[in-house]
């Protein structure tokens, strides 16, 4: 199954009900990011069709889960849920709330769990699960997605990569019948990180992602990427960005090209963005390198 962020039957459900989306986007075939503002609404969800996995940010501790049973409190920043596809819930918001909502189709989480942790996957349940606490999830959320802008294509790889690790972290934790990980058993052969090279020398001002890569390899996407940093001694997101700084660097040699041409060329959706990380990485502006 593939969707956008509009398509997404939570997402159009918190949009109908008031809910401010401050961003979502895309990140691969049947994975979606969205950041949300919300404040006194309510929100019903019947069987979406896909799951979600939700951080709070801000706020959070007057929402209630109500049900048969009862009312449920408990949300505050760092607390989790994950709804399953088939699930049927209904919430309060009787406060202001930022929360971070990954939405995931079966097909995908299935696909993950066959190439991932070879488990058939017609046993995968997943739990579901209100105001729990996740530092792990928190962590990467915080450390990796949130200081993103989801809008560069320079940043797809870096979180299509963070939602491989989302996804791997709910089959171990939240399956009903968790899996632990294969050991990693060394890098890529010679020839795979020769192919890989040649592409991201290629296409390395494109948004690339880690489906791409680990398609060339011919491996899944997150067997990729761990080997990859084993023979690369990075992650593919942080070489990839080495890659850009080190063809920026060429270019401003060479003395063909404007700054912000340069830019362009390699990838980063403005001048200001480029001045950004090539100061980052080497120390000075690209106009400082230019003079050197």
């Not at 505050?76 to 919430?91: M, N, Q, T, V």
């Not at 190439?115 to 699960?129: A, M, S």
Request: hydrophobic share 35%; with cysteine.
């Amino acid at each position: 199954m593939s969707y956008s962020a509009s398509q997404a039957h939570v997402f159009d459900v918190l949009n109908n009900t008031g809910a401010h989306s401050l961003r979502s986007s895309t990140i691969a075939e049947g994975v979606v990011m969205a950041q949300w503002y919300n404040e006194y609404g309510e929100a019903e969800y019947d069987q979406p069709g896909h799951h979600t996995f939700s951080i709070y940010l801000n706020g959070g501790e007057a929402v209630q889960r109500v049900s048969q049973s009862g009312v449920r409190l408990g949300g505050a920043p760092g607390k989790i849920c994950l709804l399953p596809e088939d699930h049927r819930s209904r919430w309060k918001i009787p406060k202001h709330l930022e929360m971070f909502h990954l939405y995931f189709s079966s097909s995908k989480l299935k696909l993950m769990a066959l190439e991932v942790l070879d488990r058939d996957p017609r046993q995968i349940e997943l739990k579901d699960l209100t105001f729990e606490a996740d530092p792990y999830a928190e962590n990467l959320l915080k450390s990796i997605i949130l200081p993103l802008d989801w809008s560069r294509k320079s940043n797809k790889l870096a979180l299509s990569s963070a939602a491989d690790l989302f996804l791997i972290h709910v089959l171990q934790k939240y399956s009903q019948s968790p899996h632990n990980l294969p050991a990693v058993k060394g890098g890529l052969p010679p020839y795979i990180c020769k192919r890989v090279e040649d592409y991201m020398n290629t296409h390395f001002a494109e948004g690339i992602t880690i489906e791409e890569l680990a398609n060339i390899a011919g491996y899944s996407s997150f067997h990729f990427a761990r080997m990859f940093k084993e023979s690369f001694a990075l992650p593919p997101h942080q070489y990839l960005g080495r890659l850009r700084i080190q063809k920026a660097k060429d270019m401003i040699k060479a003395g063909k090209l404007s700054l912000a041409d340069i830019a362009l060329s390699c990838g980063y959706s403005s001048q200001a963005h480029f001045t950004t990380s090539f100061k980052k990485a080497t120390g000075v502006t690209p106009r400082q390198y230019q003079k050197v």
